[in-house]
Structure formats: C-alpha cells, structure tokens
C-alpha cells in the first residue's frame, strides 16, 4: 500500500445538478398492473355494504345514498348496455350529466365497458359542444333526462336517470378487457387556435396521481371527500376516484352551491366532511364568509382536516387568512398543489406551514414517479435561476386527441436527459434550495380562472369574427382576492353593440371565457418586435372607480 492511498480524499462539493437529480428521485413502487376501475372493484369486494357516495338532491332511485355494492351493480349495467351499443376498447364515451348519481355511474361504466370518459359541459355553447363530440369520434353519448335537451347529437344516446337502462340482468363485473396503458378519459381545455384541444390520459398514469395521494395524505373508510369541482375540469378526478380504492365515501355537492360559502359549510357540517378542494379565488371568498363567525359555525367544521388548493396561484394572503380562520381552531391543514391537464392533474405539492412567516408560497416538489426540469436555451438553469418547467414521468398524456402537430410540438425530447420525454408547460419557475419550485407566472397568454384553463388567443379570435371588430386583444385583471377579470380592448371600425356582441361569445364560448368588460381603443399599443404590448393598455374602467 503507498503512504498515499490512505489519506482522507476531501469531500466533492454537490453541484446544483447533483442536487435537481436528487430533488427527482421519486421513484416509488406503485400498483402499475391495474386499471383504474380494478382499484374500485377490489374495494367492493372488500366491503359492499358500505356506503360509497351519497347525493340528496337526486331523487333517480329514492334513496340518498348508495353502498359500494349498488353502486358497482349499476355500473355494471351501464358497462353491459354500452358494449352492446358496439363500444369497445379505448372508444371515447361521452358523459353530459350535472353533479349527481348519474356522473359517477356513467363514470365507472364507461371505464367498465373498456371505453375512455369525456367529460361534456351540458350548458357550455351548442357548437363548442358538437366539435368536441366530433373531434372525439363519439358514437355514444351518456346523459340525463334534463341535459338530453341541451344537447344535439346524432349519435346512440342513453338516459342515466330511465328505468330502462337498469333492467338488463347482468349486474357482475363484466370481463375486463384494457390494460394500464389504455385511455381512461379525454378532456378538452382551451386551445389558442380557436379550438379546443382534447388531452389523453391513461390508466396507469391515475393510478400512479391516486396511489401518491393516498401514500401522503392517507384516507380510510370514515373519511368524507365533497365532490364539487365541475367534472371537466381536471380536479375532479382525484375527487371522483380517490375515495373509491380506500373505502371512504363520496358526497356530491348540488350544483350551484360551490359558489355559496354558506351551503358549503352546511355541507360540511351534515355530512362531516374531511377532504375538499378549492380553487384560491374560491378559498379566499369561503375564508371572507368565515371571518366574523361565531363559535357553532366553526364547530360545524370541526371534521375538515385536509383542504387542497390548485389551479390558481396561491396567495401568501389565502394562507395567513387560512391559518387564522381555521389552522387553530381544527386540524384542517391547506395543501397546495400543481399541475396541468397534461400531466394528469398534479405534478407538485407543497404542505402550507402554519406559522406566518413567509413571502412566497411555493408549489413544492415532485410526486412519485415524475421528474421536473427547469429549462432555458436547451439547458438545465443553476437552482434560483428562472426557466420554463418541463415535466417527465408516468404522468405524462398520450398527448392531443387527432392533433398529432401540437403533440409533438408540446411532448418533446429532453435536452437534458436525452431519450426521455418531457412536456412544456409554458410556465416560468425556478428551483428553491430546499428543493421546492416557485412558481413564476406564464411566458404565452395563457391563464387560469377559477382552475379553468383559457387561453385569451381563443376569446381574441372569437372577438375578431364579429362585424366591426377590426382587432382586440384581451388581458385579465385582478379586480380584489377572490375576483379576476376577463377585460377586453376592441379597436373598432364604428362603435359596436355589446349585447350583440356577448352573445356572439355566448354563442361559441363558455360562459366563464366572455369578458366581463369591454374597453374601446383607437389602436394596440406594441412592443418593439410588434406584438401587443399588455402592458401599455390603459387601466380598465371598471379598476379606476
């Protein structure tokens, strides 16, 4: 042995790289083998006499709830009659319901049949209704005796809410026929073309978004999940299924009280509610509600112990708001999480301290399975350095329904990681030393609204289709806490009707994408490049009173 070789070799400094390799090291075992509907049919047979979802305000079968068993027989029923009306393996089903017995049935017996859920908004405009139908291939379209009338289409459809649909005798599983790899659902968000874009995700990315869930925010039977997220937004889907492979039950909210804070305490309160959602905008207005209470009130919250918020960015304010409100009085505690449609839901989360000291709330770090990168001009940024967040792992879309161009325009190879594909998001972060990402805002014209996704270039060519708009350009506005503002700045040929006009909007967009203001211009401002300059337009009316 030379005299060298045993000198203490000093310690290599961890560079920044060495640290995001290991803030990515979330590998995790997870039930890969499995679909979806296998995870809540195991629960059936663990205990079907348990109660799986309650909904009083649907009278369709006179009870106000529904055990794991009678649940699973009726969807079973469905999943028959639509194998019969010719659905097969990967087939995209449509589902036109309102918050009731019928969306979870129709639900599970889509994925039953082998078929793929897509989600249809009954109230959202006729002809954003028909290309989403088209563009999808669906043959077979679920609904309710109520939304049947709101919507056109020329396919096979079948009632949820007739007798009819429930007399057929086969009531066990029927014989399963996908794999993980098969799709679950299709969601349409907003697209900058005009168009909606349909997003694919598969089985076995949902079961890797539940089982993270369930492995860092455990639930059991006993626990309550409040089901009010409308369904075409991506966050129900956590909701609509996390309950169903744990044994915990789920309550669906009648439509419309989400926005009430009022009902939704009530709600709380009846049904001992211990999980929900909220988007920031929404939390903050719940929060305003609760401030001022009495004691009864908070007492009828006594059983929340985990809120989750997403969708939005959230506030240091909403935190503060949260912690004073509700963090000592129960053991509610706010997690904030991440992620777009893209990438199954959420990518990050991030547990809200409860102590107040601080500037920024972050939104976390990776769940199992999934790797995120910071990336500007094809290279990893230094940590603190900002970039657009790209995302990795089992999460990933398929990618765009018959858009093969914008799938590989938005799925791309990894410049760091050679080989490996990563989805752009667009979305300007940075990475924290503690290895948590900050989020930093949009690098397109993108936003988010109540968690809905809208990209303000499909309300501009919208707006431009009408006669006498010679051009617009549309921007958003926060008007206080809990309300944001679609404005829109028109440069017209001659003065113009707005009534006319919202119902132009009306007529092609959902109602939560019409601009609330309108402001006439004599021209866009522009940058040097000439592209709008946003930031030169003149304050909104409506922000001066």
């Known amino acids: 042995m030379s005299s ?89 089903v449509g589902l036109a319901v309102e918050r009731s017995f019928s969306m979870i049935i129709g ?14 908004a009954p109230d959202h405009p006729a002809d954003r209704i028909r290309y989403v139908l088209q563009d999808a291939g669906v043959r077979v379209l679920l609904t309710q005796t109520k939304t049947a009338q709101l919507v056109t289409f020329d396919g096979r459809t079948i009632d949820l809410e007739s007798p009819e649909t429930y007399s057929g005798e086969q009531k066990q599983n029927p014989p399963a026929i996908n794999d993980p790899g098969d799709l679950a659902y299709v969601i349409y968000t907003s697209g900058s073309t005009g168009r909606p874009k349909g997003v694919m995700i598969e089985h076995r990315s949902v079961v890797n978004r539940l089982h993270w869930m369930q492995s860092a925010y455990p639930i059991a039977p006993g626990d309550v999940i409040l089901q009010k997220t409308p369904y075409y937004f991506d966050v129900s889907v956590w909701e609509l299924f996390w309950w169903a492979m744990t044994g915990a039950t789920l309550v669906f909210l009648r439509p419309g009280a989400e926005k009430i804070p009022m009902l939704l305490v009530d709600a709380i309160r009846r049904h001992h509610v211990t999980t929900m959602h909220f988007v920031p905008s929404m939390l903050n207005a719940f929060l305003e509600y609760l401030d001022g209470r009495d004691a009864a009130t908070f007492a009828g919250l006594a059983s929340l112990r985990r809120v989750f918020a997403s969708g939005e960015a959230l506030m240091p304010a909403h935190v503060r708001k949260f912690n004073q409100l509700l963090a000592g009085k129960s053991e509610a505690r706010l997690i904030n999480l991440y992620g777009p449609t893209e990438a199954t839901v959420d990518v990050t989360y991030f547990d809200c301290p409860t102590e107040n000291n601080f ?125 944001i503002l679609i404005v829109a700045y028109l440069v017209e040929k001659a003065p113009i009707d707005r009534t006319r006009l919202k119902e132009h909007l009306k007529q092609r967009l959902p109602e939560y994408m019409v601009p609330s203001h309108f402001e006439r211009i004599e021209e866009i401002p522009l940058t040097p490049t000439g592209k709008a300059d946003r930031k030169a337009l003149p304050e909104p009316e409506i922000l001066k009173k």
């Open 359 to 483: 500037e920024r709330i972050p939104i976390g770090r990776p769940v199992h399975n999934t790797r995120l990168y910071v990336i500007k001009d094809g290279a990893a940024t230094p940590i603190g350095e900002p970039g657009e967040l790209c995302l990795a792992g089992v999460q990933l879309a398929r990618g765009y329904l018959n858009n093969a161009a914008l799938t590989a325009e938005k799925f791309t190879d990894n410049p760091v990681n050679p080989g490996e594909r990563i989805y752009r998001t667009g979305d300007i972060a940075r990475w924290l030393p503690d290895g948590n990402i900050e989020y930093l805002g949009r690098e397109d014209h993108q936003v988010k609204i109540r968690g809905l996704r809208i990209e303000l270039g499909e309300i501009e060519n919208t707006i431009r289709e009408f006669p006498g708009v010679s051009d617009c350009v549309v921007i958003v506005k926060r008007y206080s806490e809990s309300v």
């Open 107 to 120: 639900l599970l017996g889509i994925l039953k049949a082998g078929g793929a859920y897509l989600p249809i």
């Open 4 to 92: 060298t070789s045993s000198i203490a070799q000093p310690l290599q400094e961890e560079t920044d790289q060495d640290q995001i390799a290991r803030f990515n090291d979330t590998a995790h075992p997870f039930p890969d083998n499995v679909t979806l509907y296998a995870l809540f049919e195991a629960q059936v047979a663990k205990d079907g006499s348990a109660v799986a979802v309650v909904c009083e305000h649907d009278k369709t079968f006179g009870t106000p709830s529904l055990t794991f068993a009678e649940l699973n027989a009726r969807a079973n029923q469905v999943a028959y009659l639509l194998r019969t009306a010719g659905v097969a393996r990967g087939d995209v």
